[in-house]
């Protein structure tokens, strides 16, 4: 039985990702590292702290103490901290937003990134161009922040979380060929936006999930 440590900035998430572990990899041992401090620093300071720094790798280490084959980083915000991490553990670190975003390259051009932090629009707008790269593909990146979506969410008010995506998707709608979705709390907003725009919608948890799957099965896991 393989071990998957999840390690989370925030709580918004844990409840979807363990239910598509469930569903796609029912099983496997899931572990949770939830550290909601994470995301409050990173939105005060406008950056990942050297102090985010340290205690995502320490985590990242505590992940592998506990046996697992895999490390699941969850956050879009902290994904360039995944990728040097990478070098210094010996056990694959898997991004959960890596293959939506190769996915997304390989099918449009004109890529729209939507995001309700600044603090993940960037992170995620520069994964995008370097998936981009890797692949060979030449793509335009459009950003688009819903202010104000994340703190609705934050305030329990998902209507108003999901209208102000809404919004921010449908005033970039003629401008792009599809649209990725920063973070992994906006997932819920996929259909309806791809109904609403007519456009593509990449998000990260299911494709994130299906990209460890794939991993363990690369390892022999089954």
């Not at 239910?19 to 029912?26: M, Q, R, S, T, V």
């Not at 902290?78 to 390989?106: H, N, T």
């Not at 960037?122 to 060979?136: D, E, I, R």
Request: hydrophobic share 45%.
């Amino acid at each position: 039985m393989a071990t998957i440590a999840a390690v989370y900035t925030a709580s918004a998430i844990v409840d979807s990702i363990r239910g598509l572990f469930a569903e796609i990899l029912p099983g496997c041992r899931l572990i949770n590292i939830v550290d909601d401090s994470l995301i409050q620093d990173v939105i005060r300071e406008g950056y990942v702290t050297p102090a985010v720094s340290k205690r995502l790798f320490y985590y990242y280490s505590a992940g592998k103490e506990t046996g697992a084959q895999v490390i699941f980083n969850t956050c879009s915000s902290v994904g360039e901290i995944a990728d040097l991490a990478r070098k210094f553990f010996d056990i694959p670190i898997v991004k959960i937003d890596e293959s939506m975003a190769s996915q997304a390259v390989q099918s449009a051009n004109k890529i729209g990134v939507l995001a309700t932090l600044p603090t993940t629009l960037a992170p995620t707008v520069k994964l995008v161009k370097t998936q981009a790269a890797q692949a060979g593909q030449s793509v335009s990146v459009v950003e688009g922040l819903a202010k104000g979506a994340f703190e609705a969410l934050l305030a329990k008010n998902s209507e108003r979380h999901d209208q102000l995506i809404l919004e921010a998707a449908e005033g970039l709608a003629n401008r792009v060929d599809a649209f990725v979705l920063a973070q992994g709390s906006m997932a819920r907003m996929e259909e309806t936006l791809a109904k609403c725009t007519g456009k593509p919608v990449y998000s990260s948890p299911r494709s994130g999930v299906l990209a460890v799957k794939a991993l363990l099965e690369q390892m022999g896991y089954k």
